[in-house]
């Protein structure tokens, strides 16, 4: 039992900025990776940013250098700035968290991200 609610999603001009947030609440493990997904039309979901309760980060190339991924523990959250957006950015990104110990994973409903020019 664990929800995740992402917002911060809005229309923004190529090579602006916009920050993700995703709070978790329910029963959250110490011991667990949350990440940023996302889905453009026409596409399949991908993997932008993972980051585990103890700090360790992984991007994918689309998002190293432009995008940072950080949490917050004590308010189980998870952040997402995204810098330099372009078209191809826009997509529905989604919050997801994975234990550990379970292997068990949750969604959050995702949030709008369009880029404009």
């Known amino acids: 039992q664990v929800q995740l609610v992402e917002s911060g999603g809005a229309l923004v001009q190529a090579g602006g900025s916009l920050e993700l947030s995703c709070v978790a609440s329910?029963?959250?493990?110490?011991?667990?990776?949350m990440g940023w997904y996302r889905q453009a039309p026409g596409k399949q979901r991908e993997l932008v940013a993972t980051i585990t309760s103890g700090g360790r980060t992984n991007y994918a190339d689309s998002a190293k250098g432009r995008f940072t991924i950080s949490r917050d523990n004590a308010k189980n959250t998870v952040y997402l700035q995204m810098n330099s957006l372009r078209r191809e950015d826009t997509a529905v990104y989604y919050c997801?968290?994975?234990?550990?110990?379970?292997?068990?994973?949750?969604w959050g409903q995702g949030t709008q991200v369009t880029v404009s020019s």
């Open positions: 329910g029963s959250i493990s110490a011991g667990n990776v």
């Open positions: 997801n968290v994975r234990f550990f110990i379970s292997n068990s994973g949750y």
